[in-house]
């Protein structure tokens, strides 16, 4: 579904439905849920008819309702430039090592 294209409004209806639904199939009262989260039952009912609640009611009946891993999709990742990439490539590429002591054995001949 494009949420751009529906209202604020039938957003919050979704939630509500949303809310509504995984509290009916864990057998759980608005009463029940609503203390558990603690939030009133009225409040609790306003959020599943889809009216404005706070925010924070809302993340407190999903944590009770053990629905918050959408919030997996609001985690920023960070994400790095190709060219920061090779520069941090260049950094661990293996030097030359060089070993002094055969060096001072083997001076270079002559031409």
């Known amino acids: 579904m494009d949420y751009n294209q529906i209202s604020d409004l039938a957003i919050l209806q979704k939630l509500g439905d949303f809310v509504k639904h995984h509290r009916m199939a864990q057998n759980k009262s608005q009463e029940q849920l609503a203390t558990e989260a603690g939030v009133s039952r009225s409040t609790l009912s306003l959020l599943e008819r889809g009216e404005k609640v706070n925010l924070i009611t809302l993340i407190q009946v999903l944590r ?5 891993q959408w919030l997996d999709s609001f ?30 054995e083997d001076p270079p001949s002559e031409w």
């Not at 009770?64 to 918050?68: H, T």
């Open 64 to 68: 009770v309702l053990n629905q918050l």
């Open 75 to 104: 985690e920023v990742k960070p994400v790095i430039s190709p060219m920061t990439y090779i520069k941090l490539q260049k950094k661990h590429e293996r030097q030359r090592i060089r070993n002094m002591h055969i060096a001072a």
